[in-house]
């Protein structure tokens, strides 16, 4: 699966926060098919078609799927 930032934003967030190389290594696992590894899950509600998956225990992301690609939309925090 392919993994695409939506906009300039999320990687400047990720700069700022420090989990860019955590972002990175999720990415290269969700484009290798390591989906568990990750816990890349889908959202309720369902029809939304909006998944999250785990860059590190405090950061998640959240993505859109169209198409066999994700496309990363939000960063966030967990806690």
């Given at each position: 699966?392919?993994?695409f930032e939506a906009n300039e934003k999320i990687l400047l967030?990720?700069?700022d926060?420090?989990?860019?190389?955590?972002?990175?290594?999720?990415?290269?696992?969700?484009q290798n098919g390591y989906y568990q590894e990750i816990q890349l899950k889908?959202?309720?509600p369902k029809s939304k078609n909006i998944y999250q998956f785990r860059i590190t225990r405090?950061?998640?992301?959240?993505?859109?799927k169209k198409n066999n690609t994700l496309i990363i939309f939000h960063i966030s925090d967990h806690q």
């Amino acid at each position: 699966m392919k993994v695409f930032e939506a906009n300039e934003k999320i990687l400047l967030y990720l700069q700022d926060h420090q989990i860019l190389a955590a972002y990175k290594k999720a990415k290269t696992l969700i484009q290798n098919g390591y989906y568990q590894e990750i816990q890349l899950k889908k959202r309720q509600p369902k029809s939304k078609n909006i998944y999250q998956f785990r860059i590190t225990r405090k950061y998640r992301a959240f993505a859109i799927k169209k198409n066999n690609t994700l496309i990363i939309f939000h960063i966030s925090d967990h806690q």
